[in-house]
């Protein structure tokens, strides 16, 4: 097993059952180690103009506050020393997650992924990609459950 590394890792959670499965994976590997879990929100209105931001924006933060806490009471249970951290994306949720990154000086940067293609990654974008494409740390992404076994269905066909 390699040796744990000496600045913290960032593990990204979501809430989804592919942020948790990097969790799970990182800890495999890390088990002991500092981690901060990061969860990232983005400003949205349902009423714009509307006036009431300050309470749109007090939700979303209390949200990922909750998120950030789950995410970091899971990685407990895989062997993690977890911090929670909730930062809001000023300049999109990539960006956001290499801010955090460099703000706390990570060793790693861990991350599940789904694997979106064709037009459903064009409408929604990929935060791993962004991330893969623009981080200066090592990064750890995570395959799904579904697109690790497809990928290794078609490695056995192909």
Same mark, same amino acid.
């Given at each position: 097993?390699?040796d744990a590394?000496?600045?913290?890792? /960032? /593990?990204?959670?979501?809430?989804?059952d %592919?942020?948790?499965?990097?969790?799970?994976?990182?800890?495999?590997?890390?088990?002991g180690h500092? !981690?901060?879990?990061?969860?990232?929100?983005?400003?949205?209105?349902?009423f714009?103009?509307?006036?009431?931001?300050g309470?749109?924006?007090?939700?979303?933060?209390?949200?990922?506050d909750?998120?950030?806490?789950d995410?970091?009471?899971?990685?407990?249970?895989v062997?993690? %020393?977890?911090?929670p951290?909730?930062?809001?994306?000023?300049?999109?949720?990539?960006?956001?997650?290499? !801010?955090?990154?460099?703000?706390h %000086?990570?060793?790693l940067?861990?991350?599940?992924?789904?694997?979106?293609?064709?037009?459903?990654?064009?409408?929604?974008?990929?935060?791993?990609?962004?991330?893969?494409?623009?981080?200066?740390?090592p990064?750890l992404l995570?395959?799904?459950?579904?697109?690790?076994? !497809?990928?290794? %269905?078609?490695?056995q066909?192909?």
């Open positions: 097993m390699p590394p000496s600045k913290p890792i /960032l /593990l990204c959670y979501d809430g989804s %592919d942020a948790y499965r990097a969790i799970e994976f990182a800890g495999s590997l890390f088990a500092k !981690a901060i879990v990061v969860s990232v929100w983005e400003h949205y209105s349902l714009s103009g509307v006036g009431i931001h309470a749109e924006d007090s939700l979303m933060q209390e949200a990922s909750l998120m950030a806490a995410g970091a009471e899971r990685a407990g249970l062997g993690f %020393d977890a911090t951290l909730a930062v809001k994306a000023d300049h999109g949720v990539a960006a956001t997650i290499i !801010a955090a990154a460099d703000a %000086d990570v060793e940067i861990v991350m599940g992924t789904r694997g979106n293609t064709g037009i459903r990654s064009l409408l929604l974008g990929s935060v791993s990609h962004d991330v893969a494409h623009h981080a200066h740390r990064l995570v395959p799904s459950t579904p697109l690790a076994e !497809a990928r290794a %269905d078609a490695a066909r192909g």
